[in-house]
């Protein structure tokens, strides 16, 4: 069966900083997307838009979307709170009728809507949920920490800082050097690239750790390193239960500081959601080195950057200052590749491998 | 209608450390309890088994549990995972048949079960599910710390130390010295008792502090005083993420520190799970500040013991020795009266109404 090409649902939300999504399947699995629904930027291409993605189009109506010959919708945008806009409704509805399957991210399952359901099963399309998790999970309890492989954990300043993006390239790379390593998808996204995972924000509360846990042990056997997708932040009051819950059950010993270099307040990506500056990176590498200590002790070993937005000059600067206040390697792995991370990360595993906790 | 009167299923469970449901109906509302199945101590009094309680008899089957004429099964242990063991079906199914209500407090919902629901619709009885969250929660955004009332969160050294106990104590005190105190229940024994309530636990990761959120808010206006029941425990891997998703949405003003006096290591009363030691109680305060802060700043004012199975000199002993390592009012308020951590609140009630932090 040949993959699946996306036609990506995104309307209103096509942008650099607007759809995660979008944007992460046009970047790692730029062959499998057919295009993207959003009625403001109809007419211009991903590159235009995203500057990268190449010629992929975007196109204003359902009908000129079907028109790219997707074979599957995919739900592009996680609003908050992850429901599905009652507008949205018509399109899946008439997606389904064309044959297309149907893969969402939202917290709302579109296998709940009774007519959308009833309609799939209809038509023999399939509905993949991204978000919904196995029933059977485990409570947590720090085995994690016994695998042999060091396991990475990315953890961030915020949400939406590049958690997901810094693992993903870092995969590439440490792969490139020789090193066995696997990527766990905690989040719709990493899931919809990686091919699986567990959505753990979309758990119940008591699972959140053992979600990690049972990823992580899958995950370990033969690897080198272990790169888990970080979620949330432990400074953001939305989401601080899963940020936590996912350091201590994946009970890493490496730890990636990820930041957008252009935010200054906790949520400002969210309208009318910002809440407070955010801390200076020196002390959020305080603030997690605690935080994943009161179970199992982690260093952070390096900051990754988003500098998206900012000019060269100033992303160099924002790259050279982060690395001068946490003195730990820093990069922004999109922008000027992920070199410094990847030394830190390749180091830190080979002194797990002698046995040594990482630098 | 009369109020409910429970037949308890604790199997296998009933005792001071192992059935905390059960033991917090008695407790709380004996009125309501006809008696507890548990054929490991047929035959005894609640009050031979816990210390209190008095004459609710305990059964070795449900025909002699029958004969005591409940009005409602409550499924009164939480077994690790909340997941419903296979040998208790029958007797649910028998209690349904029999007219019998059935309360739950398990993560699998009874009327997920096929039978079961079938039976409960045939025989018109009523199927609650304690854990079963509200659909529509919000996601947090730290509102909870613009409210008037003085937010109190109860926070462990582990899970089951006290949290709710500490939190009932506290709200006949408060309210026997004229404080309008309201109790915030999210676990099942809590609102079991409270009536309503929120298992914080059992709601999807990304609204843990939603639904603290939404319960602080719907109970602050014209309170002095509102008691957030707690959950979990920072140091304890399967559960951290709900404690700190339960602590950035209530936004507590003031913590009380609960400790169970005789425990040496996290988890030791599950067999088999114990984690590693708990940290001294001042590291503990330190630790609960220290999260509190990354989103509002707040602090420990007390420390709740329970020293249950201690002599009464030990027990005494250890109140002394906690408020000594920790410079703060100590107490165990079942054993010793809750006086040291009411004045602690009633305190800090005045100073927030004051306008001042509290001390």
Same mark, same amino acid.
């Given at each position: 069966?040949?993959?699946?090409?996306?036609? +990506?649902?995104?309307?209103?939300?096509?942008?650099?900083?607007?759809?995660?999504?979008?944007?992460?399947?046009?970047?790692?699995?730029?062959?499998?997307?057919?295009?993207?629904?959003?009625?403001?930027?109809?007419?211009?291409? @991903?590159?235009?838009?995203?500057?990268?993605?190449?010629?992929?189009?975007?196109?204003?109506?359902?009908?000129?979307?079907?028109?790219?010959?997707?074979?599957?919708?995919?739900? /592009?945008?996680?609003?908050?709170?992850?429901?599905?806009?009652?507008?949205?409704?018509?399109?899946?509805?008439?997606?389904?009728?064309?044959?297309?399957?149907?893969?969402?991210?939202?917290?709302?399952?579109?296998?709940?809507?009774?007519?959308?359901?009833?309609?799939?099963?209809? !038509?023999?399309?399939?509905?993949?949920?991204?978000?919904?998790?196995?029933?059977?999970?485990?409570?947590?309890?720090?085995? @994690?920490?016994?695998?042999?492989?060091?396991?990475?954990?990315?953890? /961030?300043?915020?949400?939406?800082?590049?958690?997901?993006?810094?693992?993903? &390239?870092?995969?590439?790379?440490?792969?490139?050097?020789?090193?066995?390593?696997?990527?766990?998808?905690?989040?719709?996204?990493? +899931?919809?690239?990686?091919?699986?995972?567990?959505?753990?924000?979309?758990?119940?509360?008591?699972?959140?750790?053992?979600?990690?846990?049972?990823?992580?042990? @899958?995950?370990?056997?033969?690897?080198?390193?272990?790169?888990?997708?970080?979620?949330?932040?432990?400074?953001?009051?939305?989401?601080?239960?899963?940020?936590?819950?996912?350091?201590?059950?994946?009970?890493?010993?490496?730890?990636?500081?990820?930041?957008?270099?252009?935010? !200054?307040? +906790?949520? &400002?990506?969210?309208?009318?959601?910002?809440? !407070?500056?955010?801390?200076?990176? @020196?002390?959020?590498?305080?603030?997690?080195?605690?935080?994943?200590?009161?179970?199992q002790p982690a260093r952070v070993i390096g900051i990754a950057l988003n500098t998206h937005g900012l000019a060269a000059d100033a992303a160099a600067a924002a790259v050279e200052r982060a690395a001068r206040e946490t003195g730990l390697p820093a990069a922004d792995p999109v922008r000027f590749g992920p070199a410094p991370l990847v030394d830190a990360v390749a180091r830190a595993a080979g002194e797990r491998r002698a046995g040594r906790t990482p630098a």
């Open positions: 069966m040949p993959p699946l090409r996306f036609l +990506i649902l995104a309307d209103g939300a096509f942008g650099p900083e607007t759809s995660k999504t979008a944007n992460s399947a046009i970047r790692y699995i730029p062959g499998q997307v057919a295009g993207v629904l959003d009625a403001s930027a109809a007419g211009r291409t @991903a590159q235009e838009v995203l500057g990268f993605g190449g010629p992929i189009p975007v196109v204003g109506s359902l009908d000129a979307g079907l028109a790219l010959a997707p074979t599957a919708l995919l739900v /592009g945008i996680a609003p908050r709170g992850g429901r599905l806009p009652e507008a949205w409704r018509g399109w899946i509805r008439t997606a389904i009728e064309r044959g297309l399957d149907v893969w969402s991210g939202l917290h709302t399952r579109i296998a709940d809507d009774p007519e959308l359901a009833a309609l799939a099963r209809a !038509r023999g399309v399939r509905l993949r949920e991204l978000r919904v998790p196995p029933a059977d999970l485990p409570v947590s309890n720090g085995r @994690a920490r016994d695998v042999d492989a060091l396991v990475v954990l990315t953890v /961030g300043s915020d949400c939406n800082t590049g958690k997901m993006t810094a693992q993903l &390239e870092l995969l590439r790379a440490l792969g490139a050097r020789g090193l066995r390593t696997r990527f766990v998808a905690t989040g719709q996204t990493g +899931i919809l690239i990686a091919g699986e995972g567990i959505a753990v924000d979309a758990v119940v509360a008591d699972f959140i750790g053992g979600a990690a846990e049972r990823m992580v042990l @899958a995950a370990a056997p033969g690897a080198d390193v272990v790169l888990v997708e970080g979620q949330g932040s432990l400074v953001h009051p939305g989401y601080s239960g899963v940020t936590l819950g996912l350091l201590h059950g994946a009970c890493p010993a490496a730890m990636i500081l990820c930041h957008n270099a252009a935010r !200054r307040l +906790i949520g &400002e990506y969210h309208p009318g959601e910002a809440w !407070r500056p955010i801390p200076p990176l @020196a002390e959020l590498v305080r603030i997690y080195e605690e935080a994943a200590g009161w179970v």
